[in-house]
T-cell receptor, first 116, second 110 residues
């Protein structure tokens, strides 16, 4: 299996622009998670999906953030408009379990976002 | 809220040495604990998953233990190698969330 695939690996954009991050989970996994990693706050769960349905988006920082999972093999995390404080590495992870706390997580290599 | 602490934040050891990484957590009501490895600029790689009913898990030179009552887990690495250099994070599950520690950055000196 190719593992969790994320794109782009690096994104540099200017404040106010729209950013779309993409994720392809491991085939057969039921759950997909979006995390953000910064030096100051470490890893934070933003949102997760079970069987393509958003279950918990309480970690999404603001309305500027949105996530979709139109099918079992694709998810997007969108930031509109982007701000410099959104600069971070965004990770997608998937799991066979239906809850974030019951299954082994497999992470993608991340999308490093820099907002100027 | 669950708080996960990893001490030390950084550790340097000579090649061949056995070492222990520590993880402590405040709430013992957990489902499982997972150890990850993160290389610079890379994602997290799962190393070991310990269910709450288990005391330890082993994979090759790695052994992870779990003591729920004391809120502690250790990751033992035997015969360390330069390729083991990375940041090691523990994650504790509970309340439908995973709580990550801030990691221990390990450097194995050839």
């Amino acid at each position: 299996d190719a593992g969790v695939i994320q794109s782009p690996r690096h994104e540099v954009t200017e404040m106010g622009q729209e950013v779309t991050l993409r994720c392809k989970p491991i085939s057969g996994h039921n759950s997909l998670f979006w995390y953000r990693q910064t030096m100051m706050r470490g890893l934070e769960l933003l949102i997760y999906f079970n069987n393509n349905v958003p279950i918990d988006d309480s970690g999404m920082p603001e309305d500027r953030f949105s996530a979709k999972m139109p099918n079992a093999s694709f998810s997007t995390l969108k930031i509109q408009p982007s701000e410099p404080r959104d600069s971070a590495v965004y990770f997608c992870a998937s799991s066979q379990g239906l809850r974030v706390d019951t299954g082994e997580l497999f992470f993608g290599e991340g999308s490093r976002l820099t907002v100027l | 809220k669950q708080e996960v602490t990893q001490i030390p934040a950084a550790l340097s050891v000579p090649e061949g040495e056995n070492l222990v990484l520590n993880c402590s957590f405040t709430d013992s009501a957990i489902y499982n604990l997972q150890w990850f490895r993160q290389d610079p600029g890379k994602g997290l790689t799962s190393l070991l998953l310990i269910q709450s009913s288990q005391r330890e898990q082993t994979s090759g030179r790695l052994n992870a233990s779990l003591d729920k009552s004391s809120g502690r887990s250790t990751l033992y690495i035997a015969a360390s190698q330069p390729g083991d250099s990375a940041t090691y994070l523990c994650a504790v599950s509970g309340a439908n969330n995973l709580f990550f520690g801030t990691g221990t950055r390990l450097t194995v000196i050839p």
